[in-house]
């Protein structure tokens, strides 16, 4: 079982910037894990915002490619997503997420959320 703990969410100003972190609270980060990035506004399905594994190696949506960075730390267990140029559209809960392998399929594991809100 791995716990999550995001930071840093908040509000901001269109073409503001924020820094959202997530760690392990509890668990271990593995190696396989991939890390990642999801957000939900209300009454929409959640959609992934960015993953990258242990790697290095990272996936965008299209809405946010150029403007959002995911990275990862040295020792593999946090994550962060750099959100530079926001827009109206990226206000939401924005959770963390490791995706891990398993013989059925991923087990994931997810943060309690943090509110973005990009308003003027």
């Known amino acids: 079982q791995v716990q999550l703990v995001e930071s840093g969410g908040g509000s901001v100003q269109p073409g503001g910037s924020l820094r959202l972190s997530c760690a392990a609270s509890?668990?271990?980060?593995?190696?396989?894990?991939?890390m990642g990035w999801y957000r939900q506004t209300p009454g929409q399905q959640r959609e992934s915002v960015a993953q990258?594994?242990?790697?290095?190696?990272?996936n965008y949506a299209d809405s946010v490619k150029g403007r959002f960075t995911i990275s990862r730390d040295n020792a593999k267990t946090t994550v962060y997503l750099q959100m530079d140029s926001l827009t109206l559209e990226d206000s939401g809960v924005y959770f963390c997420n490791v995706a891990r392998p398993t013989n059925l399929g991923s087990r994931n594991f997810w943060g309690q959320g943090t509110q973005v809100t990009v308003s003027s």
């Open positions: 509890a668990g271990k980060i593995y190696n396989v894990d991939v």
């Open positions: 990258i594994t242990s790697g290095g190696r990272t």
